[in-house]
């Protein structure tokens, strides 16, 4: 099978009380799941099935009639990377690498924090926040839906999950303190410190 639902990096209370057990519950037992065992089946006799998933992705990005199987790739692809982004006591002004670079190309961290807010919070409907590297340079952007930006030749770097399921337990239609709580608690800045280089 091309795809696996990975285990949490934590304990399903770790997060609390920015994210509640019960959210990822859901979150990853649930929608994740789904996402993984639905891939899985989509793939299924296309001569993918054993392909890494960004492979996958950059290999039906575009093509309507495969927007199944890049839809459910790529969500499981989102979320195994959005979990990652995550961790205990993380959160608020970063060290290291992207410190620096974040400094150098936002002018300081809490534009980057402000724009990415911002991103998230003005992201239609369902979709997610990242903080991207781009030509060398740091950049916010938005995604609609499942798209990501592996499939547009583009380094994730972070990313937080702007659809309901992700806060809607924790904060209902409160997405704007769901997206401070992330950014001030839970990023893993070593992992984007990691994705940096």
């Not at 998933?53 to 199944?68: H, T, Y």
Request: with cysteine; charged share 25%.
């Amino acid at each position: 099978m091309a795809l696996t639902l990975p285990d949490l990096p934590y304990a399903k209370n770790a997060l609390e009380p920015h994210i509640s057990a019960k959210t990822l519950e859901f979150h990853h037992g649930k929608h994740h799941k789904a996402y993984v065992d639905n891939a899985n089946k989509l793939l299924s006799g296309t001569g993918l099935e054993k392909e890494d998933p960004e492979k996958i992705l950059k290999e039906v990005a575009g093509d309507v009639s495969r927007i199944g199987i890049f839809n459910n790739v790529a969500q499981a692809w989102n979320h195994a990377f959005f979990w990652n982004c995550l961790k205990t006591g993380g959160g608020g002004r970063p060290t290291g690498k992207v410190a620096k670079q974040i400094d150098a190309d936002f002018g300081s961290y809490e534009k980057f924090s402000e724009d990415l807010k911002n991103t998230g919070v003005t992201q239609f409907g369902s979709g997610w926040a990242w903080l991207v590297l781009k030509s060398g340079r740091l950049e916010v952007m938005k995604t609609a839906n499942a798209d990501t930006p592996v499939a547009h030749g583009i380094k994730p770097l972070l990313t937080i999950d702007v659809w309901e399921h992700a806060y809607y337990l924790d904060y209902q239609n409160r997405r704007p303190d769901f997206l401070q709580a992330v950014i001030d608690n839970l990023i893993n800045w070593d992992f984007v410190n990691s994705r940096l280089g």
